[in-house]
């Protein structure tokens, strides 16, 4: 935790609260009660610690019901039609027992089997009625505090199908839309009403941060604009109710990242995935998006294991020698010596691009504090000044000025750091696998 506050300059931590994982295996006799629950099941009240003890704030996301809370069957993830009741004492108990934690998100890809079943049931996309009523039911617990706030959605990004061509998992923007009770030109389809003061979405991309999904529902990068119309448009019809009674909401990204080569070998290569992270950062800023946080801090191992086995998007390699399919044998702590190129780039992002006589460039200062930035070019093998600029007091900088330069490196420079190089010439789009291979992916 240490490293997300010191290193990454990181400020909020997600993790994930399961609910199978602290309950019994029978329903507890006072289940909004805080002590029917084991908090330490999973490392999880160690873990809020640790985020807690070194300045960060923590999201709770809420996932995974216990067998006795699922109805028409059960599975192990705890994904089966979890009782929206059973969900809210759950809740009510957690709210409680760390009343110190603000930020509720409420179920993970709801738009996944993996996550919430069915999504289907004999062909009729069901999904989002189950979802609203966990969602509403959650968030009357978690809007007792009032300092709380309800992060919803939280999607995955694509849509997929079996091999009959029949869906199994709708894309984001159909699910927000049955959800939300908004068509595709923004109109009302029916008057049902969701409680929330965020949505978030998950949006890997199979490219750079421009990169448009295959499929017209999935959300990408370069899908956000129309999740944000979706949102909006619930916005206007009053569909969305936040905790003042409003229905405005903040958006959000809560999971993002590309898995980086080394040590994965159909990742993107470590140059361009600072690159990459840079400009996922600004496009954030620029889409009016208030929050990105990256989906993992330290590479796992690359395996077969269909859990972690193709987790490799991490700021900080697993160890200080990263190799192509490395497997980790020790795994290290962060630190400088792990460290890739994309740490930096999250840490200090900065993008510049060349077009029509002019650059345009825009940055954060690596501890998001106002000053002076200094805008260098590399010229001859030496960095020489172009170009100053004035970050304001959250540490965004931006600037346009006049230059016939198109293909140079230019960077940042300010407080004693320098942010990563930014070449003005584009390299091209690429398609890639955000999370490479492993897993069940063969590399």
Not at 305 to 322: E, R
Request: glycine content about 8%.
């Amino acid at each position: 935790m240490q490293a997300v506050k010191q290193q990454a300059r990181g400020s909020i931590v997600r993790l994930y609260l399961s609910w199978r994982s602290v309950a019994g295996p029978t329903e507890p006799a006072s289940p909004a009660n805080p002590t029917s629950y084991n908090w330490g099941a999973g490392n999880l009240q160690a873990n809020v610690d640790a985020a807690q003890s070194n300045g960060l704030q923590v999201m709770l996301t809420i996932r995974s019901a216990p067998d006795w809370a699922q109805r028409g069957g059960h599975d192990g993830r705890g994904t089966h039609n979890p009782d929206p009741q059973k969900l809210k004492a759950f809740t009510r108990a957690a709210t409680q027992r760390f009343s110190d934690v603000h930020l509720w998100g409420v179920w993970n890809e709801p738009n996944y089997k993996t996550f919430l079943s069915p999504q289907y049931r004999n062909g009729k996309l069901v999904s989002p009625t189950m979802y609203r009523a966990l969602l509403n039911a959650a968030a009357s617990a978690i809007h007792a505090h009032p300092q709380n706030r309800v992060v919803a959605g939280e999607t995955a990004p694509f849509s997929h199908w079996n091999r009959k061509g029949r869906p199994t998992a709708p894309g984001p923007l159909l699910f927000l839309r049955k959800l939300l009770c908004v068509d595709k030109s923004g109109h009302s389809t029916c008057k049902a009403k969701v409680h929330a003061d965020i949505f978030a979405t998950h949006p890997y991309t199979s490219g750079n941060a421009f990169h448009h999904a295959l499929n017209a529902n999935d959300v990408s990068f370069g899908d956000l604009q129309q999740w944000k119309r979706v949102i909006k448009a619930a916005s206007r019809a009053k569909h969305i109710t936040n905790r003042s009674g409003g229905h405005g909401v903040g958006l959000w990204i809560t999971e993002f990242s590309w898995d980086s080569k080394p040590i994965d070998p159909k990742a993107v290569p470590k140059d361009l995935h600072a690159r990459w992270t840079a400009e996922a950062l600004y496009r954030t800023w620029k889409l009016g998006i208030g929050t990105l946080l990256w989906g993992q801090l330290r590479d796992y191992e690359i395996s077969t294991d269909k859990t972690f086995g193709q987790y490799q998007s991490g700021l900080f390699y697993c160890d200080a020698t990263p190799t192509l399919k490395d497997s980790c044998p020790s795994y290290q702590n962060p630190s400088s010596s792990t460290a890739k190129p994309a740490l930096r780039a999250f840490r200090f992002p900065f993008v510049a691009y060349a077009s029509h006589g002019r650059i345009k460039v825009w940055g954060r200062t690596w501890n998001s504090a106002g000053g002076s930035v200094k805008i260098q070019r590399l010229k001859d093998g030496k960095w020489v000044a172009m170009k100053g600029a004035s970050a304001a007091s959250s540490g965004i900088f931006k600037k346009g000025f006049r230059s016939s330069v198109r293909k140079a490196k230019l960077r940042a420079a300010f407080g004693g750091a320098t942010s990563v190089p930014f070449s003005l010439a584009r390299p091209k789009d690429r398609f890639v696998n955000p999370f490479g291979c492993g897993g069940v992916i063969p590399c």
